[in-house]
T-cell receptor, first 114, second 110 residues
Protein backbone atom coordinates (compact mmCIF):
# COMPACT_ATOMS: atom_id res chain seq x y z
CA UNK A 1 0.00 0.00 0.00
CA UNK A 2 1.22 3.46 -0.91
CA UNK A 3 2.25 5.93 1.78
CA UNK A 4 1.22 9.17 0.16
CA UNK A 5 -0.94 11.63 2.03
CA UNK A 6 -2.98 14.57 0.89
CA UNK A 7 -4.62 17.29 2.96
CA UNK A 8 -7.21 18.59 3.04
CA UNK A 9 -9.39 15.83 1.58
CA UNK A 10 -12.29 18.22 1.04
CA UNK A 11 -12.23 22.01 0.84
CA UNK A 12 -14.89 24.58 0.01
CA UNK A 13 -13.59 28.12 -0.37
CA UNK A 14 -14.70 31.44 -1.77
CA UNK A 15 -13.55 32.98 -5.03
CA UNK A 16 -10.31 34.90 -4.77
CA UNK A 17 -8.93 32.99 -1.80
CA UNK A 18 -5.43 31.53 -1.77
CA UNK A 19 -5.22 27.82 -1.10
CA UNK A 20 -2.46 25.27 -0.72
CA UNK A 21 -3.02 21.56 -1.15
CA UNK A 22 -0.48 19.54 0.78
CA UNK A 23 1.09 16.29 -0.39
CA UNK A 24 3.64 14.16 1.42
CA UNK A 25 5.10 10.74 0.73
CA UNK A 26 7.19 8.55 3.00
CA UNK A 27 8.56 6.18 0.35
CA UNK A 28 11.62 8.23 -0.51
CA UNK A 29 10.44 8.60 -4.11
CA UNK A 30 12.27 11.19 -6.14
CA UNK A 31 9.46 11.78 -8.64
CA UNK A 32 6.18 13.42 -7.71
CA UNK A 33 3.16 14.48 -9.73
CA UNK A 34 -0.09 16.40 -9.54
CA UNK A 35 -3.04 15.25 -11.61
CA UNK A 36 -6.40 16.98 -12.01
CA UNK A 37 -9.51 14.86 -12.43
CA UNK A 38 -13.06 16.04 -12.92
CA UNK A 39 -15.79 13.58 -11.78
CA UNK A 40 -16.02 10.63 -14.14
CA UNK A 41 -13.30 11.98 -16.39
CA UNK A 42 -9.71 11.14 -17.21
CA UNK A 43 -6.68 12.27 -15.25
CA UNK A 44 -4.64 15.18 -16.57
CA UNK A 45 -1.05 15.80 -15.51
CA UNK A 46 -0.66 19.42 -14.40
CA UNK A 47 2.74 19.41 -12.63
CA UNK A 48 5.62 17.05 -12.03
CA UNK A 49 8.96 17.02 -10.28
CA UNK A 50 11.94 14.76 -10.78
CA UNK A 51 13.63 15.82 -7.58
CA UNK A 52 14.30 18.64 -5.13
CA UNK A 53 14.21 22.09 -6.76
CA UNK A 54 12.92 20.55 -10.01
CA UNK A 55 9.38 21.34 -11.19
CA UNK A 56 7.80 21.22 -14.63
CA UNK A 57 4.43 22.01 -16.15
CA UNK A 58 2.36 19.04 -17.21
CA UNK A 59 0.26 18.37 -20.28
CA UNK A 60 -2.75 20.37 -19.04
CA UNK A 61 -2.25 24.06 -18.50
CA UNK A 62 -2.98 25.07 -14.91
CA UNK A 63 -2.94 28.35 -13.02
CA UNK A 64 -1.61 26.55 -9.96
CA UNK A 65 2.04 26.49 -8.91
CA UNK A 66 4.11 23.90 -7.10
CA UNK A 67 7.34 23.74 -5.15
CA UNK A 68 9.71 20.92 -4.20
CA UNK A 69 11.97 22.01 -1.39
CA UNK A 70 12.06 18.62 0.32
CA UNK A 71 11.99 15.19 -1.30
CA UNK A 72 8.90 14.10 0.59
CA UNK A 73 6.80 17.25 0.16
CA UNK A 74 5.14 18.61 -3.00
CA UNK A 75 2.52 21.27 -2.24
CA UNK A 76 0.25 22.83 -4.86
CA UNK A 77 -0.87 26.46 -4.52
CA UNK A 78 -3.63 28.49 -6.12
CA UNK A 79 -3.05 32.20 -5.52
CA UNK A 80 -6.61 33.25 -6.37
CA UNK A 81 -9.16 30.47 -6.60
CA UNK A 82 -11.97 30.61 -9.17
CA UNK A 83 -15.02 28.37 -9.71
CA UNK A 84 -13.28 26.93 -12.78
CA UNK A 85 -10.69 25.45 -10.39
CA UNK A 86 -13.33 23.20 -8.83
CA UNK A 87 -12.03 19.67 -9.32
CA UNK A 88 -10.28 16.77 -7.69
CA UNK A 89 -6.50 17.06 -7.37
CA UNK A 90 -4.51 13.86 -7.07
CA UNK A 91 -0.93 13.77 -5.87
CA UNK A 92 1.28 10.85 -6.89
CA UNK A 93 4.86 9.65 -6.62
CA UNK A 94 7.17 7.10 -8.18
CA UNK A 95 10.79 6.11 -8.20
CA UNK A 96 11.36 2.97 -6.21
CA UNK A 97 14.26 1.20 -7.98
CA UNK A 98 12.35 -2.08 -7.99
CA UNK A 99 9.12 -0.53 -9.25
CA UNK A 100 10.47 1.74 -11.94
CA UNK A 101 7.30 2.92 -13.63
CA UNK A 102 4.76 2.33 -10.88
CA UNK A 103 3.03 5.54 -9.87
CA UNK A 104 1.32 5.59 -6.48
CA UNK A 105 -1.58 7.93 -5.90
CA UNK A 106 -2.90 9.64 -2.81
CA UNK A 107 -6.63 9.67 -2.10
CA UNK A 108 -7.14 13.09 -3.60
CA UNK A 109 -8.19 16.56 -2.52
CA UNK A 110 -11.66 17.67 -3.58
CA UNK A 111 -11.70 21.43 -4.12
CA UNK A 112 -14.93 23.40 -4.54
CA UNK A 113 -14.70 27.12 -5.23
CA UNK A 114 -17.93 29.04 -4.70
CA UNK B 1 -5.06 15.75 -27.70
CA UNK B 2 -5.83 12.46 -26.04
CA UNK B 3 -2.91 10.08 -26.51
CA UNK B 4 -4.73 6.99 -25.26
CA UNK B 5 -8.29 6.24 -26.40
CA UNK B 6 -10.37 3.99 -24.16
CA UNK B 7 -13.70 2.25 -24.73
CA UNK B 8 -16.39 1.64 -23.70
CA UNK B 9 -17.18 4.53 -21.38
CA UNK B 10 -19.19 2.20 -19.16
CA UNK B 11 -20.31 -1.40 -19.05
CA UNK B 12 -22.58 -3.59 -16.98
CA UNK B 13 -21.81 -7.26 -16.49
CA UNK B 14 -23.46 -10.02 -14.53
CA UNK B 15 -21.59 -11.65 -11.68
CA UNK B 16 -19.37 -14.38 -13.11
CA UNK B 17 -19.24 -12.76 -16.54
CA UNK B 18 -16.29 -11.33 -18.45
CA UNK B 19 -15.59 -7.59 -18.64
CA UNK B 20 -13.49 -6.36 -21.56
CA UNK B 21 -12.06 -2.87 -21.86
CA UNK B 22 -10.12 -1.72 -24.90
CA UNK B 23 -7.46 0.93 -25.39
CA UNK B 24 -5.60 2.23 -28.41
CA UNK B 25 -2.56 4.49 -28.71
CA UNK B 26 -0.64 6.24 -31.46
CA UNK B 27 2.77 6.99 -30.02
CA UNK B 28 5.05 4.03 -30.71
CA UNK B 29 7.56 5.39 -28.20
CA UNK B 30 5.32 4.31 -25.31
CA UNK B 31 7.05 1.49 -23.47
CA UNK B 32 4.87 0.71 -20.47
CA UNK B 33 1.14 0.11 -20.32
CA UNK B 34 -0.49 -0.07 -16.88
CA UNK B 35 -4.11 -0.39 -15.85
CA UNK B 36 -5.37 1.45 -12.80
CA UNK B 37 -8.48 0.71 -10.73
CA UNK B 38 -10.27 3.53 -8.94
CA UNK B 39 -13.05 3.23 -6.38
CA UNK B 40 -15.27 6.23 -5.57
CA UNK B 41 -13.53 8.69 -3.29
CA UNK B 42 -10.16 7.01 -3.66
CA UNK B 43 -7.09 7.58 -5.75
CA UNK B 44 -6.30 5.18 -8.62
CA UNK B 45 -4.31 2.08 -7.71
CA UNK B 46 -2.13 0.02 -10.04
CA UNK B 47 -3.91 -3.17 -11.04
CA UNK B 48 -1.67 -4.79 -13.66
CA UNK B 49 0.87 -3.62 -16.23
CA UNK B 50 2.59 -4.88 -19.36
CA UNK B 51 5.59 -3.98 -21.51
CA UNK B 52 5.38 -4.10 -25.35
CA UNK B 53 7.68 -7.13 -25.67
CA UNK B 54 4.97 -9.32 -24.11
CA UNK B 55 1.63 -10.16 -25.76
CA UNK B 56 -0.25 -11.22 -22.65
CA UNK B 57 0.02 -10.95 -18.90
CA UNK B 58 -2.27 -12.57 -16.38
CA UNK B 59 -2.62 -11.87 -12.68
CA UNK B 60 -5.42 -13.78 -11.02
CA UNK B 61 -8.69 -12.90 -12.76
CA UNK B 62 -7.15 -9.95 -14.63
CA UNK B 63 -5.45 -10.34 -18.01
CA UNK B 64 -3.87 -7.76 -20.30
CA UNK B 65 -3.71 -8.59 -24.00
CA UNK B 66 -1.29 -6.48 -26.03
CA UNK B 67 -1.18 -6.13 -29.83
CA UNK B 68 1.88 -4.10 -30.76
CA UNK B 69 1.23 -4.02 -34.51
CA UNK B 70 -2.32 -2.75 -34.00
CA UNK B 71 -1.25 -0.41 -31.19
CA UNK B 72 -4.02 -1.75 -29.00
CA UNK B 73 -4.26 -3.35 -25.59
CA UNK B 74 -7.14 -4.61 -23.53
CA UNK B 75 -8.07 -5.64 -20.01
CA UNK B 76 -10.13 -8.76 -19.42
CA UNK B 77 -11.75 -9.32 -16.04
CA UNK B 78 -12.75 -12.96 -15.74
CA UNK B 79 -15.43 -14.21 -13.34
CA UNK B 80 -16.41 -10.61 -12.56
CA UNK B 81 -17.42 -9.98 -8.93
CA UNK B 82 -19.44 -7.14 -7.36
CA UNK B 83 -16.23 -5.98 -5.66
CA UNK B 84 -14.78 -5.33 -9.13
CA UNK B 85 -17.27 -2.49 -9.63
CA UNK B 86 -15.00 0.51 -10.14
CA UNK B 87 -13.60 2.80 -12.79
CA UNK B 88 -10.71 1.37 -14.79
CA UNK B 89 -8.12 3.54 -16.54
CA UNK B 90 -5.63 2.36 -19.10
CA UNK B 91 -2.45 4.35 -19.42
CA UNK B 92 0.75 4.53 -21.41
CA UNK B 93 4.08 5.99 -20.50
CA UNK B 94 7.30 7.09 -22.06
CA UNK B 95 9.75 7.68 -19.29
CA UNK B 96 8.09 8.63 -16.03
CA UNK B 97 4.95 10.44 -17.23
CA UNK B 98 1.68 8.61 -17.69
CA UNK B 99 -1.00 9.47 -20.24
CA UNK B 100 -4.39 8.14 -19.17
CA UNK B 101 -7.42 6.99 -21.09
CA UNK B 102 -10.80 8.49 -20.27
CA UNK B 103 -11.81 5.61 -18.00
CA UNK B 104 -14.43 2.85 -18.04
CA UNK B 105 -16.96 2.49 -15.27
CA UNK B 106 -17.65 -1.19 -14.66
CA UNK B 107 -20.75 -2.27 -12.78
CA UNK B 108 -21.04 -5.91 -11.78
CA UNK B 109 -24.60 -6.97 -10.98
CA UNK B 110 -25.04 -9.72 -8.42
Amino acid sequence: EADIYQTPRYLVIGTGKKITLECSQTMGHDKMYWYQQDPGMELHLIHYSYGVNSTEKGDLSSESTVSRIRTEHFPLTLESARPSHTSQYLCASSGSPREWNTIYFGEGSWLTVV
Amino acid sequence: QQQVKQSPQSLIVQKGGISIINCAYENTAFDYFPWYQQFPGKGPALLIAIRPDVSEKKEGRFTISFNKSAKQFSLHIMDSQPGDSATYFCAASMGYKLSFGAGTTVTVRA
